[in-house]
């Protein structure tokens, strides 16, 4: 693909020196559709980033865009703090019918903030007020937001940094395989909690991704998952399972942690549940745990209305037939395995390993750096992709639900020639 260089000096004088997406794919982008970008100058781009998960149904979905259209045209409530809407009213009882039934899940719903981090803030400040600790157990690469209460829980040492002051109250644990398998799973965590001398406060909460996004796509095997619950249970603690970016069907079943047959206490929902990108996020617990005082948490944009009814679009849509919606998501999951197969073997001195669920994997290089060399050729050629892993290491594959079997095809050979042309 030829690019011609893109006028960038407005974003480079007055943006902050923050912004990073856009160092990796320098270019203007304009508008989208399903599961493709163009940008100003009419380049098109295969998506398999999906707005880092928020876009699972695609870009500018047309049955969630007829919804928010018709609903903004009939002057359709856009701002209500947490006051009854039909909006809210007609989401409660669609995610209710179509998602906590089916499931037999008793969970209430708490609107936090618009964000995932709201979400897991929220979560924390629930499990230390129903238990009366102040500790939470967390995992070794695990990334749970960017606010300071997110952040203690969150494992990656630059993002960390950013604080800027102490990050207390949390203490990490070994993922699922991080000692490869060389100690019995929760051997040490265990061994803390039984000795009065460990120096571990009992934890109120142990906060969990049954795959870690941002952490490299580091899957938990369903005996571990079921392990963690038995263990939080006996030791009197809740478990929070942080769902924001494999929840919403990402992984096959629309939560994350359906596979290993258990029932988090606290369940963090954000990005995809909206359905269209609007901001949104779900905390659900419980029914015994929901001892808030009315306004002890709130937020001025824990009702986004206009999200409400793009979320109720999308489930009425895709999730009406739940096995069906599976079902499909599972066989382009092994269709993208498949290819990365493929690129294995036909990189076998580079290639360190693949791994992923779903329609989420991630393809990690001895090379620490190469990932990132991929990324950028794969732009070049005309795919998003995006780096995970505390080193960036990790290609991460993140393409939408609804991508097609010959658009994921067309994706994965780029892929496939980006990690060739970066030998």
């Not at 989401?91 to 499931?103: G, M, N």
């Not at 070794?140 to 969150?154: I, R």
């Not at 791994?355 to 393809?363: C, E």
Request: glycine share 10%.
């Amino acid at each position: 693909m030829t690019i011609t260089q893109p006028d960038l000096s407005v974003f480079e004088t007055l943006e902050s020196e923050v912004r990073s997406y856009c160092r990796g794919w320098p270019t203007v982008f304009d508008h989208a559709r399903g599961s493709r970008l163009y940008d100003e100058d009419g380049h098109e781009y295969l998506d398999f980033f999906a707005g880092a998960g928020s876009l699972n149904y695609g870009h500018n979905n047309p049955v969630l865009k007829r919804a928010l259209l018709d609903y903004l045209e009939r002057d359709g409530i856009t701002h209500g703090l947490d006051m009854s809407t039909v909006a809210k009213r007609t989401f409660l009882q669609t995610f209710h019918d179509l998602v906590l039934r089916p499931r037999d899940l008793p969970y209430k719903v708490m609107f936090p903030g618009p964000t995932g981090t709201n979400a897991v803030e929220t979560a924390l400040k629930l499990a230390r007020k129903v238990k009366g600790r102040e500790s939470i157990v967390s995992f070794t690469n695990a990334f749970h937001g960017m606010s300071l209460g997110s952040l203690a829980v969150t494992g990656n040492a630059f993002k960390r940094a950013g604080a800027g002051v102490p990050l207390v109250h949390g203490t990490p644990m070994p993922f699922d395989r991080y000692l490869d398998g060389k100690v019995p799973d929760f051997l040490w965590f265990e061994r803390l909690l039984q000795d009065q001398g460990s120096g571990l406060n009992h934890p109120a909460a142990v906060i969990v991704e049954t795959v870690q996004g941002e952490g490299g796509i580091n899957v938990a095997r369903p005996e571990w998952l079921r392990a963690l619950r038995e263990l939080c249970d006996r030791q009197d603690m809740l478990l929070i399972v942080d769902d924001i970016q494999m929840g919403c069907g990402r992984t096959g079943a629309f939560f994350s942690f359906e596979e290993a047959g258990i029932v988090p206490d606290i369940v963090t929902v954000s990005k995809s549940i909206s359905g269209y990108g609007l901001p949104m996020a779900l905390c659900l617990f419980k029914p015994e745990l929901d001892i808030w005082e009315p306004g002890e948490h709130n937020g001025t944009f824990r009702g986004n209305n206009p999200a409400f009814v793009t979320a109720t679009a999308a489930l009425e849509t895709y999730w009406t037939d739940a096995a069906a919606m599976e079902k499909q998501t599972r066989t382009r999951g092994e269709q993208v395995e498949q290819w990365l197969i493929s690129i294995t073997e036909e990189n076998l001195a580079d290639v360190k390993e693949y791994r992923g669920r779903g329609l989420v994997w991630g393809l990690e290089f001895h090379d620490t750096t190469r990932a990132a060399r991929v990324a950028r050729r794969a732009f070049d050629l005309g795919l998003l992709v995006e780096t995970s892993g505390p080193q960036s290491e990790v290609v991460k594959l993140l393409p939408p639900l609804t991508t097609t079997p010959q658009e994921l095809d067309e994706g994965m050979r780029v892929l496939a020639r980006a990690v060739r042309e970066t030998a």
